[in-house]
């Protein structure tokens, strides 16, 4: 077998793995968020990741609509549940008056924190049977993918 011939074949082995393992963990992930937002504060996965996308800087209702491919009056919908229960603000742009802006408040990043919090320890859990030589690879392989994705 040549050079290349065995490079092939073990990308073939790395994809395989990748998605024998990344959809189920992912799904696993969804599911541990999704049960505490829900459980826990009340609130739907799609609340969820409208908190989600403005803490990460969507910060207007047009903004969000995009980044979830719905529409705008979906999106206000949710946006205005979220401010009645006191997770989202918004405030009015003094030098665009038509640009309403959206942020999170202390009660919104506060249930954010409480939520990454939770899974992150979940997955601590989850990861701690693992060696420790077998966590280093991990961390390695992990930092490979990040770097082409």
Not at 74 to 100: E, K, M, W
Not at 105 to 114: S, Y
Request: aromatic share 6%; no cysteine.
């Amino acid at each position: 077998m040549d050079e290349s011939t065995r490079s092939s074949e073990k990308l073939r082995q790395v994809v395989d793995v990748f998605w024998e393992t990344f959809p189920p963990f992912w799904r696993m992930i969804q599911a541990h968020i999704r049960e505490v937002a829900v459980e826990q504060f009340s609130i739907t996965v799609e609340q969820f990741h409208i908190l989600r996308h403005i803490r990460r800087g969507r910060d207007s209702v047009s903004a969000l609509a995009e980044a979830k491919d719905i529409s705008r009056p979906a999106i206000s919908q949710s946006v205005d549940l979220l401010v009645t229960r006191g997770l989202i603000v918004r405030t009015i742009d003094p030098q665009d008056r038509r640009h309403v802006k959206l942020d999170l408040t202390a009660d919104g990043n506060a249930l954010m924190d409480t939520i990454f919090g939770d899974t992150r320890q979940w997955m601590m859990e989850t990861f701690a049977p693992l060696s420790a030589n077998e966590i280093q690879a991990l961390t390695r392989s992990m930092e490979s993918l990040k770097k082409i994705l």
